[in-house]
């Protein structure tokens, strides 16, 4: 069975600083993944996938994440975060999109971003 | 207005009693799905719906049930509720055949309290 663990529950970062989010992932065959960002009181937003070939992904509101098969990992990253990035943020494994699964994701625990100003 | 709307927003039960939450979408898609959120866990996937004629399912669909009325409407009931199934719950769309275009679109979620 496929499973996702984030092992971060909580990070604090300052405005400007850099971020990266740990992910790492169990799949028997190649991996769909993806990152989702819940904003308090709202839905999951889609940041970014990987379905295959460039292992490294770029996604929305400058986030990029790259694929690492032997670490199992698939990490986000951005570059200098804002206020407005504070939010929930999950992994997410998936199956063959090409097949009838592609909406049965496995979601990892979670990570909560906070930002100081 | 919202593509992916559940209703209602928030809803305060007692153990035992039965309750449907709604979710009603404009995008058009076939494929529907009901997944719940409790914190430190993720979501979890309770049912799936692939076309109005194909239920599925999930990884966590006991004490659950579901019905697709129509394209557009895919609902989740508790049969007898109780305190475990308190979570946020959320509904979500996708359409197939688009191969790596294709993702999931969430509502906005329905916060369930089970007392």
């Known amino acids: 069975a496929q499973s996702v663990t984030q092992p971060d529950i909580h990070i604090t970062v300052s405005e400007g600083a850099s971020l990266e989010l740990r992910c790492n992932y169990s799949?028997?065959?190649?991996?769909?993944l993806f990152w989702y960002v819940q904003s308090p009181g709202q839905g999951l937003q889609l940041l970014l996938k990987?379905?295959?070939?460039?292992?490294l992904v770029q996604g929305i509101k400058g986030f990029e994440a790259e694929f690492k098969r032997s670490q199992s990992s698939f990490n986000l990253r951005k570059p200098s975060v804002h206020w407005s990035d504070a939010a929930e943020y999950f992994c997410a494994v998936g199956a063959n999109p090409g097949g009838t699964s592609y909406g049965k994701l496995t979601f990892g625990q979670g990570t909560i971003l906070t930002v100081h100003p | 207005d919202a593509d992916v709307t559940q209703t209602p927003r928030n809803r305060i039960t007692k153990t035992g009693k039965r309750i449907m939450l709604e979710c009603s979408q404009t995008k058009g898609h076939d494929r529907m799905y009901w997944y719940r959120q409790d914190p430190g866990l993720g979501l979890r996937l309770i049912y799936y719906s692939f076309d109005v004629k194909d239920i599925n399912k999930g990884e966590i669909s006991d004490g659950y049930s579901v019905s697709r009325q129509a394209q557009a409407k895919f609902s989740l009931s508790l049969e007898s509720a109780i305190p475990n199934q308190t979570a946020l719950y959320f509904c979500?769309?996708?359409?197939?055949?688009?191969?790596?275009?294709?993702?999931?679109?969430f509502g906005s979620g329905t916060q369930l309290s089970v007392l």
């Open positions: 799949y028997g065959a190649t991996p769909y």
């Open positions: 979500a769309t996708s359409a197939p055949g688009q191969g790596q275009n294709e993702k999931l679109f």
């Open positions: 990987y379905f295959s070939g460039d292992t």
